[in-house]
């Protein structure tokens, strides 16, 4: 008589176990590969007395049917930046994506997401307080400085109320409150920065929008 030996997803996704089952004689071993998908690792294998090695899963010497499952996790991969604390930016030219540019390290930043999938950042502090604003773009990997200033502690620049223009940003702060409208627009209103004349990092409660590039007229 011939064992049947079987493959199983513990956790129905994550990756692949080939072939999908396997006969052997009494006494017989086998062999799967075990294939994460992208952005995935090999949590755990089991079954049939076997061992991993690499990606391939060997059985025990096998008497009886038994079944070979495997489970998954989802593994963070490092896609740019520095790798040590309190990194300085590399702003490039505003306005052109580049592999090289990236923003300095901070914390509280403002950040969302187009309807493009694309990430957008805006601020925070780390040494200092930031008012840039940044665009990543996961298809090409690359970040794009769109405005403000790339010196820190950056004033602000209020225009006329209620009226948009090229000039305008807001100084540079954190912890602000913000939100996006059904158009893409990002809304902020307050934080703690700077005002339009640098007298001081203080609380701020004034409003500001900003209009995504592909939404100005």
């Not at 952005?39 to 690499?54: A, D, E």
């Not at 495997?70 to 300085?88: E, K, L, P, R, Y």
Request: hydrophobic residues 35%; charged residues 10%.
């Amino acid at each position: 008589m011939r064992e049947s030996l079987d493959s199983a997803i513990a956790s129905g996704t994550g990756g692949t176990v080939t072939p999908a089952s396997a006969t052997v004689n009494p006494g017989g071993t086998a062999t799967f590969t075990v294939t994460p998908n992208s952005g995935y690792v090999i949590s755990s294998v089991t079954g049939c007395g076997g061992g991993l090695t690499g990606n391939t899963y060997t059985t025990g010497m096998v008497s009886e049917d038994c079944t070979v499952t495997a489970s998954f996790s989802a593994a963070f991969t490092w896609i740019g930046g520095s790798n040590t604390s309190d990194a300085g930016g590399d702003y490039g030219s505003q306005g052109i994506a580049a592999a090289s540019n990236v923003p300095g390290a901070r914390h509280a930043p403002v950040t969302w997401t187009d309807a493009a999938g694309n990430l957008w950042l805006f601020g925070g502090v780390g040494s200092p307080i930031f008012n840039d604003l940044w665009e990543y773009s996961p298809a090409s990997g690359e970040w794009t400085w769109i405005g403000g200033s790339a010196t820190a502690n950056a004033k602000g620049v209020y225009g006329t109320q209620g009226v948009a223009a090229a000039a305008n940003v807001p100084g540079a702060r954190i912890d602000e409150s913000q939100w996006t409208d059904a158009s893409g627009n990002l809304w902020l209103f307050g934080g703690y920065g700077y005002d339009s004349t640098i007298s001081g990092s203080t609380p701020r409660s004034e409003g500001a929008r900003i209009l995504r590039l592909d939404s100005l007229p």
